[in-house]
Structure formats: structure tokens, C-alpha cells
């Protein structure tokens, strides 16, 4: 007959010694096991990193585009387009840092948006940047693909809405992509304004543009006239926009750094404005003759005349915006508040400047 521990006939110090012994024993069991389940972990921790490991190696074997000569592997890069260039900067470090060069990014954003932003709207970007960051910061390689995440969509998690940072050798691919997915306002000029109305046919304003991908077109937004509220026009197509061709301020008179000799024939833009609380436009024009002078003889001196004549030919004749007269000489603007205010001239030597006004031409005489 078998007996239990707690029998009176057993002496409690070997009952004692049982329960220890039976205690050890499963300590030891429950050891064994989360060693076991520890063991389990870093077994299947080391064959991921072999795995991976291996999958590197492989990928490495099997790209041989970074064992091509260096002129040539530069060359293909030059050649790609802003979307194969961010699929190429996944697959490597060293890829990724030649797909970020500048100078590849200087050359597509002067391709893309050199003739309506150019190199004034790049100015202002950097002033822009730098007044809000005090200093350059560092950006995780990780974040590389976001600048053009407005070109395809990402789904991968660290891609954040985070303000975007610049690197010293990054600042053509931030303006780019800012320019493309409409988070830039630049400065620009309309031919047209306010959809073609008649009273700016053929002439040009200054406005600040943003660019909207989806219908592939500009909003513009004018500068206020006196206490008129802010204009807004949207749909500008990209004809319709010009680059500043130069650092005068609508609010100011412009000065030619050489005073030009204006002929008969000569294609023109001169400065004009409604009221003197109004920002100057430019509007096209062609230097004519003195009334006086008989056009078809060679012996014209219109060119030494102290006045020069300027006509508005997409006005019909008779009309009062047909011909001005104006001094030659740098002078105050001239005009009043019934036929506004003339300002600077501008001569204009270049065929594709000349040829975006003939574009946007009126196809019937305004009155």
C-alpha cells in the first residue's frame, strides 16, 4: 500500500526535500523551454540577414550599370527623364547620389521651365527658402524619392508630409519638383490678362503663377490695382507666358542700360499704365513715321527726329490708341488720366520674342 507525503509516519524534513526536488525540476523544465523558444529567434534572425545578405550580393552581380565606364554611365543619366532618374535612384547608394547632381537638374528645370520661370523665379526660391530655414538641413537618404512623388504615386510608409529640406547640392531638384506638383508661386509675365479681354489685347502683365499638373495649365494671380481686390485667372496656357525679361518692377519706369536707336519698323514694347496708382504693363508696338515723311523714299530721318511716333496696329485705324508720340530722351512718364501713362520702351531684336506677339494676334481690328 503506497503512502503520501503528507503521512504522519513520514518525516516532514524529507517532505520538505521532495517538494524542493520537484520544484527544481520544473524550473528547470520552463528553463529549458524559453531557452528553446530564444534559440527559435536567433535562428531564424540569422538565416533573414544570410538571406538578405545574399539577395544584395545577388543584386549587386546581377547590376552591372556601376561597372561601365564613368564618362559613359554619366552620359546615360544626363540622357534619362525625371522619373526614370527616381527609378534609378532606388536600386543603390551610389546611383542615388549621382541622380541627385544638380547640374543634371539645372539642365531639366531650364528644358521644363526655363522659358515661363527662368532664373529670376529660381532667385526667389532660394531667398524664399532661406529666409524660412535658418540654416541647411539634413535630409534622411530615405526621403529621397518624396521631391517627385508628384510625378508617380508612392505607397511606402516613410514617405511623411513633412516640409521638404534642401542639400547644398540639391537645390534645381527641390525647385523642380516644387514647381511641378503647384507648391511654388513664381514670377512671371501674362500676355492677355483675364482671358484675352479686349482691353489687354497684346499687352503683357506681371503676375505670380502656380502650375496646376492635372489640367496642365497656370493660375495667375495680378497685382491689385489701387483698392481692387486681388485678380485671379486660371486655364493659362503655357503661350501665354513669359519669363521677365528683365529685373524692372512693374511699379517702376524703365531704363535702358544703352539708349537704343528706334527706326521705322523697329518692333517695340512700351511700358503703359491706366492711372498712376496701376502697375505698368508692356504692350507691343512698331515705331512708324513722322506724318510728314514719305515712308517709301530712302531718305528717311524719322531716326533723328527728338520725338519718335509708335503705332498700335491691332487698333483699327481712326481709333485713339492707334498712334502716340513720345520723346526719345530718358524723361518722367508722360500721359494723363484720360489716355494713361506711357512709360519706357523696350526694343525688341529677338525673332522668338518678336514672334510670341504675333501669336496671340487679334483676328479682327479692336476699336
Known amino acids: 500500500m503506497g503512502y503520501s507525503v503528507f503521512s504522519p509516519d513520514v518525516d516532514l524534513t524529507v517532505c520538505v526535500i521532495r517538494f524542493v526536488n520537484a520544484a527544481k525540476i520544473v524550473a528547470l523544465c520552463i528553463f529549458c523551454l524559453i531557452n528553446m523558444r530564444v534559440v527559435e529567434k536567433m535562428l531564424l534572425r540569422s538565416k533573414s540577414k544570410q538571406a538578405k545578405s545574399a539577395e544584395d550580393s545577388s543584386d549587386n552581380s546581377a547590376f552591372p550599370l556601376l561597372d561601365l565606364p564613368e564618362l559613359v554611365l554619366e552620359s546615360i543619366i544626363r540622357r534619362l527623364s525625371p522619373y526614370h532618374l527616381c527609378q534609378l535612384a532606388q536600386t543603390s547608394k551610389d546611383l542615388r547620389k549621382r541622380c541627385r547632381n544638380d547640374e543634371i537638374w539645372e539642365t531639366l528645370y531650364n528644358e521644363r521651365w526655363g522659358k515661363v520661370a527662368g532664373m529670376n523665379a529660381f532667385a526667389l526660391w532660394r531667398r524664399t527658402l532661406f529666409r524660412r530655414n535658418a540654416k541647411i538641413w539634413e535630409r534622411p537618404t530615405s526621403l529621397w524619392l518624396r521631391p517627385l512623388k508628384c510625378i508617380w504615386y508612392f505607397t511606402r510608409s516613410e514617405l511623411t508630409t513633412a516640409e521638404p529640406v534642401m542639400k547644398p547640392n540639391e537645390a534645381f531638384v527641390n525647385l523642380y519638383w516644387q514647381l511641378e506638383c503647384g507648391d511654388f508661386w513664381f514670377p512671371a509675365q501674362v500676355f492677355n490678362r483675364e482671358h484675352g479681354h479686349a482691353g489687354f489685347m ?134 494723363s488720366e484720360s489716355d494713361g501713362f506711357y512709360g519706357g520702351i523696350r526694343k525688341l531684336k529677338n525673332r522668338d520674342d518678336i514672334s510670341a506677339w504675333l501669336q496671340i494676334w487679334p483676328k479682327e481690328p479692336l476699336k
Open 202 to 335: 497684346l499687352s503683357c502683365y506681371d503676375a505670380d503663377l502656380n502650375y496646376d499638373r492635372n489640367s496642365d495649365t497656370f493660375c495667375a494671380r495680378y497685382l491689385p490695382h489701387s483698392a481692387k481686390s486681388l485678380v485671379i485667372e486660371d486655364g493659362i496656357s503655357w503661350e501665354r507666358i513669359r519669363k521677365p525679361p528683365d529685373m524692372t518692377s512693374p511699379s517702376e519706369l524703365y531704363f535702358p542700360d544703352v539708349q537704343e536707336e528706334l527706326r521705322p519698323g523697329d518692333h517695340i514694347e512700351v511700358q503703359w499704365k491706366k492711372s498712376p496708382s496701376f502697375p505698368y504693363g508692356w504692350w507691343y508696338g512698331i515705331v512708324g513715321h513722322d506724318d510728314y515723311c514719305r515712308s517709301e523714299t530712302q531718305n528717311c530721318r524719322c531716326h533723328l527726329d527728338e520725338k519718335v511716333w509708335l503705332e498700335f496696329r491691332q487698333y483699327a485705324t481712326g481709333s485713339r490708341w492707334r498712334r502716340i508720340q513720345m520723346r526719345r530722351n530718358k524723361a518722367p512718364e508722360a500721359g
